[in-house]
C-alpha cells in the first residue's frame, strides 16, 4: 500500500491521539516512525480489499462528515484539541454498534503496536529506556551456519516428485520427514523464508515482518487478533514450546466423531514417537518471576497448579534468552521441526522449498496431478505428484482447498480459535516479565466447567511491548502511558477458552481467505470464569492493581478501589462480543477436519480429502473439536499418523 499524503498525514494524526508523547522523553508516535511501521506491517496483507477499506477511511478522517459520526460535530478532525480527538476515539471504541468498535480496536491496535516495535532513528526505541526493557540484542557470535540448505527459484520451473507437501510447520514438517524416510521422493514448499540461530535477535519488528503471517490479521468481525507463523517451520519456530499432549477425554470425543484411532494405541504411538523425537521433557521448566505469580497466586487458593512439558534440549538457558524465544531460539535449544524433523527429512533427501505462495492443487478427473504456486518475485513453480499433503495451518489450509474446487461442505467449517485473553496485575517489585522460561506452569481449575470437558486453563507468557498490546485496553493518552510505566512491574495471567462453537473461514474473489468468528454466549461464560479466576490468583499473588483487557477499562486496586466482587460485575457488563475485550487465537484449528462421515467432516480417518482421495490434510485444521490445549504436539501426532498411513498407501 502506497500512501498518499493526506492519508499519511490522517494515520498520523491518529497514532499521535492514541500516543502523543510526554513532551521530553517519548516522542509522538508520528515522529518517532509509528506511521511508516504501520504501512510496512500492513503492506504485506495480502487482502487489497482490507487495503482499500484503510485507505478509503484515511481519506475520509479529516472531515466534517467524520466528525458528526464520531460525534464531534461538522468539524475536522485536524481542528480538535487532544483531548476532543481521544473522546472522539473513544466514542468509537465504546459505541454500541460493533463495526464501529472494530474500526477503534484496529487503529488502536496499530497505533499501540507500532509505537511499542519501532526502533526509532537512534535503533533504541525512547519507551524500551524509559521501562527498562532491553534493545534488541543481534544475533549471537557463536551462532552456528544455518544447518538446512533449501532451494529458493527465480524463474519458472517445473518438478516431479511422489509427494509434494504445502507448508513446513508442525504438521507439514512431520510429514515431510515420515514420508521422505519411508523412501518417497518428497518436496516440500514453504509459503515464507529459512531463518535460523544466526537470524534471531533483531526485536520485535523484524520478528513480526519476517516470522509471522502477514494476514488475515483478525477475522472479519474483529472478534479477535490471529497469531501464526509463515517461515520454515512454521509456528514451531516462534512458539512457546509447551508440550501437552492430547488429553484422553477429547481423544474420546474426537474417536466419536469417526476416526477411531484417536482413542487407540496408534495415536498414543505416534504422540511418543513425537514427544521422543522433538525432546519433550519437564526437566528444564524452572519457575520464573512470571511464573512464580501463577503458581504463588494457585497455590494461595488451593489451585492445581503443574510444571509445564517443553521440547527444549539442554542449551535453553531457560532465563533470559528464553524469554525472547517467541521471536526465534538464538540459542537454537528450541527443537522446532527445522531442528528436528525437517532435518531428518532433508537426511533422507527431501527437496526443501522456501518462497513458494501455493495457489492450486490441480485436480483432474478427481486426481490430484500437481500444485501450482508463486514466488514473490513471480515465478511459477509446478509440482507434479502422486500425491499431495495439505499442511498450510487451519486458515490457509481450507482456502487452498477452496480455491482447488473442493466441494465438501466441511471445507472452512468448524473453525476453533481456543480465545485467550488477558488480566495484568501490578505489583510493587519488579518482575521484567519479558525474561523467564516461555511458559513452565499451568492451573487447570477451571478446565471443566460444564462437566464435558470443556471450560479454560491458565498460562502465562512472556511480554513484550508490541505483543502486550493486543491484549490492553486504551482509555485515554495518559493512562495508557502510566500503564507502560508500570511496564516491568506488571504480569498477566493468560486465559484460554476451549470453545466449544466455532467459526468458518471462506476465500474472497482473490482466493485469499476470510475468518468470522464471533465467540458464543456458552463459550464466552466460560471465558469470563476466566477472567475472574486470573483476577483471583493475581490478588492472591499480591497484585496491588488488577486490569482486564475489556475496552471498558475495568479494573481494581485490592484492599484500596473496588473489590473482585464488583470486577467480576464490570467485567461481565463489559461484554464480550466484538470490540469489548481484548482476545487473540494463538491456536487456529479444525476447520478441515477428520471424522467418519462427508455429512461432518472434511477429511476420512486417513485424513485424505472425501472429495479428492490423494489430497491429505495433516495439520491443525484435523482436529475434529478443540483440545483445550497448547497443541503443538497433537499437530504433530496427527501428521505424522496420516503420514504413516499414507507412505503405506502410496507403498
Request: charged fraction near 20%; include cysteine; aromatic fraction near 6%.
Amino acid at each position: 500500500m502506497e500512501p498518499t499524503a493526506g492519508q499519511r498525514a490522517a494515520l498520523g494524526m491518529i497514532c499521535d491521539t492514541f500516543l502523543p508523547g510526554d513532551g521530553s522523553a517519548l516522542p509522538p508516535a508520528s515522529e518517532l516512525g509509528a506511521v511508516d511501521t504501520i504501512f510496512q506491517i500492513l503492506g504485506r496483507n495480502p487482502r487489497e480489499a482490507e487495503k482499500k477499506q484503510l485507505a478509503t477511511l484515511l481519506g475520509l478522517w479529516d472531515s466534517r462528515l467524520t466528525g458528526l459520526l464520531t460525534g464531534s460535530g461538522p468539524r475536522k478532525y485536524s481542528t480538535l484539541s487532544q483531548e476532543q480527538r481521544e473522546a472522539a476515539l473513544l466514542r468509537l471504541g465504546d459505541s454500541k454498534l460493533a463495526p464501529v468498535r472494530a474500526i477503534f480496536q484496529a487503529l488502536k491496535g496499530a497505533a499501540l503496536l507500532s509505537y511499542n516495535v519501532t526502533p526509532g532513528a537512534t535503533g533504541v526505541n525512547p519507551l524500551w529506556t524509559e521501562i527498562g526493557y532491553p534493545a534488541p540484542t543481534g544475533p549471537l557470535p557463536t551462532a552456528p551456519q544455518p544447518a538446512l540448505t533449501p532451494l529458493r527459484f527465480t524463474e519458472s520451473t517445473t518438478l516431479t516428485c511422489d509427494v509434494v507437501i504445502v507448508g513446513s510447520g508442525a504438521g507439514g514438517g512431520t510429514a515431510a520427514a515420515v514420508l521422505a524416510e519411508a523412501g518417497l521422493d518428497v518436496i516440500v514448499l514453504e509459503r515464507g523464508n529459512y531463518y535460523d540461530d544466526r537470524d534471531f535477535g533483531a526485536g520485535e519488528l523484524s520478528a513480526i515482518t519476517n516470522l509471522y503471517a502477514p494476514g488475515p490479521s483478525a477475522s472479519a468481525e474483529g472478534q479477535i487478533t490471529l497469531v501464526a507463523g509463515t517461515c520454515l517451520g512454521g509456528g514451531t519456530v516462534v512458539n512457546w514450546s509447551t508440550s501437552l499432549p492430547t488429553p484422553d477425554g477429547v481423544r474420546a470425543e474426537w474417536a466419536e466423531l469417526g476416526a477411531k484411532q484417536f482413542a487407540e494405541a496408534e495415536y498414543g504411538d505416534a504422540m511418543e514417537v513425537v514427544s521422543k523425537r522433538i525432546g519433550v521433557t519437564t526437566d528444564r521448566s524452572p519457575l520464573s518471576a512470571r511464573d512464580g505469580v501463577l503458581e504463588r497466586g494457585a497455590t494461595a487458593l488451593g489451585w492445581d497448579v503443574d510444571a509445564l512439558p517443553r521440547n527444549v534440549s539442554d542449551a535453553c538457558d531457560a532465563g533470559t534468552e528464553c524469554g525472547r524465544c517467541g521471536y526465534g531460539c538464538r540459542l537454537g535449544a528450541k527443537q522446532s521441526v527445522t531442528k528436528t524433523w525437517l532435518s531428518d527429512a532433508a537426511a533422507a533427501g527431501a527437496r526443501l522449498v522456501v518462497d513458494a505462495n501455493v495457489r492450486r492443487v490441480v485436480v483432474k478427473n478427481g486426481k490430484a496431478e500437481a500444485v501450482s504456486a508463486v514466488t514473490s518475485g513471480g515465478a511459477e513453480i509446478t509440482v507434479k505428484a502422486r500425491a499431495v499433503v495439505v499442511a498450510a495451518g487451519a486458515i490457509q489450509t481450507p482456502a487452498l482447498l477452496k480455491r482447488s474446487g473442493l466441494k465438501n461442505k466441511n471445507i472452512g467449517k468448524h473453525l476453533r480459535l481456543h480465545p485467550a485473553a488477558a488480566v495484568f496485575g501490578v505489583f510493587d517489585e519488579e518482575l521484567r516479565a519479558w525474561e523467564g522460561g516461555l511458559q513452565t506452569r499451568i492451573s487447570r481449575r477451571h478446565a471443566d466447567l460444564d462437566g464435558k470437558g470443556y471450560g479454560v486453563i491458565y498460562e502465562t507468557g512472556p511480554l513484550h511491548p508490541g505483543l502486550a498490546t493486543g491484549f490492553m485496553s486504551w482509555r485515554g493518552a495518559a493512562r495508557h502511558r502510566a500503564a507502560m510505566a508500570d511496564f516491568a512491574r506488571s504480569n498477566a495471567i493468560g486465559v484460554i477458552t476451549r470453545d466449544r462453537d466455532s467459526g468458518t473461514v471462506t476465500v474472497d474473489k482473490a482466493g485469499e481467505p476470510i475468518v468470522k468468528y464471533q465467540i458464543s454466549d456458552y463459550d464466552a461464560a466460560h471465558l469470563h470464569t476466566g477472567i475472574v479466576g486470573a483476577a483471583e490468583i493475581l490478588e492472591a499473588a499480591g497484585a496491588t492493581r488488577i486490569v482486564s483487557g475489556h475496552q471498558a477499562g475495568v479494573s481494581y486496586e485490592p484492599g484500596v478501589r473496588g473489590s473482585h466482587a464488583e470486577f467480576d460485575a464490570a467485567a461481565k457488563a463489559a461484554g464480550y462480543g466484538p470490540g469489548q475485550c481484548a482476545m487473540g487465537a494463538l491456536h487456529i484449528m479444525g476447520s478441515a477436519r477428520m471424522g467418519g462421515s462427508p455429512d461432518i467432516s472434511a477429511t476420512d480417518p486417513d485424513g485424505a480429502t472425501w472429495d479428492v482421495s490423494n489430497i491429505v490434510v495433516a495439520d491443525g485444521s484435523s482436529f475434529p473439536t478443540a483440545p483445550g490445549v497448547n497443541p503443538m504436539v497433537s499437530i504433530e501426532a496427527i501428521a505424522y499418523m496420516n503420514a504413516v498411513r499414507l507412505a503405506a498407501r502410496l507403498a
